[in-house]
């Protein structure tokens, strides 16, 4: 299989006879997967203490500028060259908190001007852990360059074990909020695909979030968007939902705000409680699809993105995503704009008529035997309704 093929078959990227492109942005506040960390307009979740939860360190793309071979050393600084110094200094552990020996950690960033050295290995180096599993670098602090916060890249592998390859990022940053990396991998998905001179995007959940930033930054190529069960704030859908969860049965609400407060969202009757507002607002059809059957057993299997960008559950936002809000920059999307979402929806109509009076060309359709997935609900109309919007905008 091709790269291009792996892609289409993970994306559900397909092309009609009219050449149409149509991109799928499966990300989703019920999955959340497919994407390695939160995505641009909202704070950046920090690296996860280690303890019996096991969380790991989310992970990120290498992005443009890795360069293999770097040299083994533990300070990065060059003589004589400009930058505040900083001291960077960690343990690299398994999930059940044992360091782990001999592990490479390779560090590279941009230098105090935004600029990564391509030519050789300034602000480049690695070293490989002791028996405490630590290490220990001296080097700059990275300037702010144009669509990133500022960050450091790491690349950490040891003995036996899986590459992890991610960022970290300094808290209460100004620009982590406005950090376009989910945005910048979109297009670069566009660009290996070869579709950028035309395509179009459909976002579900936090994919239509995803949509909604893409086209704020108004890329060439980019003809229409789909936004499915999203959101203009968090805020809006805090508020909401809230109300949606006070309106479950008295002994549910119970066993939900019990756990929470008490930090088990992992118990079986937290868990239990969850699936009667799931079966309410998140998908009502019956029997469960097999799609979301799957996609909740890979939820299951690592929930990591998930839970730094979310939270325990739908209406408990505690991660990355919980002050999101791209408000005040609808009216910077030009291109037409299909939304859609479900009259049960956790993503309440009161929350998409926000969206939608913020949008400059828009339309709405509300599906009113669905909740948050009318794709697996309503089907049939879904399909429908969608290839009728892209017939339109191609014409």
């Not at 500028?65 to 600084?77: H, V």
């Not at 566009?190 to 930033?213: K, N, P």
């Not at 109300?243 to 992992?266: C, F, M, N, Q, Y």
Request: one cysteine or more; hydrophobic letters at 40%; glycine letters at 8%.
């Amino acid at each position: 299989m091709t790269t291009k093929e792996r892609y289409e078959q993970r994306y559900k990227l397909r092309y009609d006879a009219t050449r149409r492109r149509f991109l799928v942005a499966a990300g989703s506040l019920t999955a959340a997967l497919g994407f390695a960390r939160e995505g641009e307009g909202q704070e950046l979740a920090p690296t996860p203490a280690c303890d019996d939860h096991g969380a790991a360190t989310l992970r990120q793309g290498e992005g443009p500028f890795f360069k293999p071979l770097s040299p083994e050393r533990a300070d990065l600084r060059e003589q004589g060259a400009p930058g505040r110094p900083v001291e960077l200094s960690g343990l690299v552990l398994t999930r059940r908190c044992r360091p782990l020996v001999g592990a490479v950690v390779d560090l590279w960033h941009a230098d105090d001007k935004g600029v990564y050295d391509a030519a050789g290995f300034r602000n480049r180096g690695h070293l490989v852990t002791g028996s405490d599993g630590a290490f220990r670098f001296r080097t700059i602090m990275p300037a702010v360059y144009s669509g990133r916060t500022r960050h450091y890249h790491f690349k950490v592998q040891a003995a036996g074990s899986r590459l992890l390859t991610t960022q970290l990022y300094f808290p209460n940053e100004p620009e982590n909020r406005r950090d376009a990396l989910f945005r910048r991998e979109l297009l670069d998905l566009v660009a290996h695909l070869g579709i950028a001179d035309g395509y179009h995007v459909l976002g579900h959940s936090w994919g239509g979030m995803l949509a909604l930033e893409l086209a704020a930054g108004r890329p060439a190529g980019l003809r229409s968007i789909v936004v499915a069960d999203a959101f203009a704030s968090s805020a809006t859908y805090r508020r909401q939902v809230a109300e949606l969860v006070d309106a479950l049965p008295a002994e549910t609400r119970a066993a939900i705000k019990r756990h929470e407060a008490a930090g088990s969202t992992e118990s079986d009757e937290y868990q239990q409680a969850i699936r009667v507002f799931y079966g309410r607002h998140v998908c009502r059809a019956r029997p469960i699809p097999e799609e979301l059957l799957r996609t909740v057993a890979e939820l299951g299997a690592d929930s990591t993105v998930y839970q730094a960008m979310s939270g325990p559950s739908e209406f408990t936002m505690t991660g990355s995503l919980r002050d999101w809000d791209i408000t005040d920059r609808l009216g910077e999307i030009e291109v037409p704009t299909l939304l859609i979402s479900g009259r049960h929806d956790e993503v309440t109509p009161v929350a998409v008529e926000e969206l939608h009076k913020g949008l400059p060309d828009a339309s709405w359709a509300l599906f009113e035997n669905s909740s948050h997935m009318p794709h697996l609900e309503e089907p049939e109309r879904f399909r429908d309704l969608v290839a009728e919007f892209l017939t339109k905008t191609e014409l």
